[in-house]
């Protein structure tokens, strides 16, 4: 009578992790088609269900908009294939993510990007600035990490994850930023409005004027608001992320409908 449930359980797991495959290489093709790339450099890595610490990941060496569901490398929590590939992967590339993936249940999914924007903030010594209601949704929830050189020291995981802590999302400064989420979608729709965020703060800046924030206590209702934590609202708008969600997923099929192969 074991048999048919092991096959049962077999045939789900499969079954989630090309469901989580398809996603993940969704969210890789809308990093690309939002510019959000450094060629082949950084990564999004996505956990699979189970007790094997397993992960997706992007095969070294291929652009973003020619990740697919089937090219995406399985690997463990050292960066290592678990299963036979032709294509390469980049472990010191995982080390960020393998540092927050083992440290955090809830961050599924961990995406870093070396955006224009990005960057620049993350050389400003004041980092994001609640200059805009897009900026608030990180109101007092934004981690920060100082530079240590190219992450290839498997010492500064620890750090990497004390300064993350339990936000959404961090800046690395003098590197770019990182968001994390219980989906892969989770973590991009962060990472498109952190990144937003941060091109709203260089363009407000440049003109030189004096910026305005305003006060404290509304950043933070705001951030509640956007993050779903306040219920003090008359009005709610839970809908809004899957919605967003699954209007990104129509710009995928239109533009990138091979992802799913």
Known sequence: MTVPTLHADQAARAAEELRLRRELAAVYRLVAHFRMTDLIFTHISARLPGPDHHFLINPYGLLFEEITASNLVKIDLAGRPVED??????????????????????????LHTHTKAGCAVAAQAQGLLPLNQISMEFY?????????????????????????????????????????????????????????????????????????????????????????EDDSSDLQDDAAYDLAWSALLRVVERIAPDYKA
């Open 140 to 228: 007092g929830r934004l981690g920060y990490h100082d530079y240590e050189g190219v992450a290839l020291n498997l010492a500064e995981r620890q750090r990497l994850v004390a300064d993350l802590a339990d936000h959404p999302a961090m800046i690395l400064r003098n590197h770019g930023l990182l968001t994390v989420g219980e989906s892969p979608a989770q973590a991009f729709l962060r990472m498109y409005y952190l990144d937003k965020a941060c091109e709203i703060q260089t363009t407000a800046m440049a003109g030189g004027s004096k910026v305005v924030t305003p006060p404290a206590d509304v950043c933070e209702l705001t951030a509640r608001q956007l993050s779903g």
């Open 85 to 110: 590939t032709p294509y390469a992967v980049n472990p010191a590339g995982f080390v960020i993510h393998s540092a927050i993936h083992a440290a955090r249940p809830d961050a599924h999914c961990v």
